[in-house]
């Protein structure tokens, strides 16, 4: 009989902390830990390595595979991709779980045998992908087929291996026959949730929308100053591990408003330092549904930008808000026009 192993590949803390509950959720054996380390995310966020290590402290993989992307040149980024599937191809497998769906993890797809896929959440991505790249009406970009062409130089397919299914907090309807395996975080809430000691304080958690260039910097002020204002409570902030923290950012500390540093996924945080947080406020971070799963008496709430102040991803954006429709998590409009003229 032919021995079974299964896949996870992850390149982010979140990632990571949904394969933990794929694994537990799926009581998988044999499970092969790959973890996808690229370049960008690591300069953009020098924390994402050292965050990942605190999340796989929580549960154990058999085996753990680091993949560093080679980018001296194309062809040979192409070539330790090329070599790492056919070290995966040693074995087979009966699920992969991928925690994005880029081209690399659909090669690995594509290339090996596998008798189920599971996309797993990465984050509010997730609402976009599920929309597009899974839809069957779907086809990739000529430029994207073109670079997949390359892959062939190396004996390795294009041509996807199988249904795609998601294990999600999401509620997202399927396509067709995929199956959609709801993520309710239950091994954490078992493990983790049920020791942790309430917390009456806000935490506001901080989203790298500036630098991300999806609103100003003005504008992303002015909302924090509107959400200390509303709560009149004391709050505490959590900036994302992506995100700057300027001087005028520092400047509205306060004996109500303190940031604190990102030491690593929230919900991480939250469990391992036996808190359960009684309010939770951001914009549309992928947190917050999460969240409300894992803490189930919690409030959580959603500050809704105005399309007005966007800069860019309007339709991404849209599409978070409209997915905390049917959950716990409250959608808040603030009036920022007061901010406004107090600033003119």
Do not use: W
């Not at 994005?100 to 609402?127: E, F, H, P």
């Not at 779907?138 to 998601?166: A, D, E, H, M, W």
């Amino acid at each position: 009989m032919v021995e079974l192993y299964n896949l996870f590949i992850i390149r982010s803390p979140l990632q990571l902390m949904n394969a933990i509950e794929a694994k537990e959720h799926f009581s998988t054996k044999n499970n092969i830990l790959l973890i996808m380390h690229d370049s960008a995310i690591e300069n953009s966020a020098s924390t994402n390595s050292t965050q990942m290590q605190l999340v796989s402290n929580l549960s154990r993989f058999d085996e753990k595979i680091d993949f560093y992307y080679q980018s001296k040149s194309k062809f040979s980024k192409l070539s330790s991709q090329a070599k790492l599937i056919k070290k995966l191809q040693q074995k087979n497998y009966e699920y992969i779980f991928s925690g994005d769906y880029g081209i690399i993890n659909q090669l690995i797809i594509a290339n090996l045998k596998v008798s189920s896929i599971y996309l797993l959440d990465d984050g509010t991505m997730t609402l976009a992908t599920h929309a597009n790249k899974l839809h069957p009406s779907f086809k990739s970009p000529l430029g994207k087929q073109l670079k997949l062409l390359r892959y062939k130089l190396f004996g390795l397919t294009i041509k996807q291996n199988g249904l795609v299914n998601l294990f999600t907090n999401y509620n997202i309807k399927p396509h067709g026959s995929e199956q959609i395996i709801p993520n309710n975080y239950n091994y954490f809430k078992k493990i983790y949730a049920q020791k942790a000691v309430m917390d009456e304080r806000i935490y506001l958690l901080g989203q790298p929308l500036t630098s991300a260039k999806a609103i100003s910097d003005e504008n992303y002020l002015n909302y924090l100053k509107k959400i200390i204002n509303y709560y009149k409570k004391e709050i505490i902030y959590i900036p994302h591990r992506a995100e700057i923290i300027s001087d005028r950012l520092k400047a509205l500390v306060s004996d109500r408003f303190t940031i604190q540093k990102n030491e690593g996924p929230i919900e991480i945080v939250f469990l391992s330092r036996n808190i359960y947080p009684m309010h939770v406020v951001s914009f549309y971070s992928s947190a917050l549904f999460n969240l409300e799963k894992i803490f189930e008496t919690t409030t959580i709430d959603a500050i809704k930008i105005d399309s007005k102040d966007l800069l860019r991803y309007h339709d991404g954006i849209h599409l978070c808000y409209e997915g905390m429709k049917n959950t716990r998590i409250n959608v808040i409009e603030l009036d920022v026009t007061s901010i406004y003229e107090d600033n003119n």
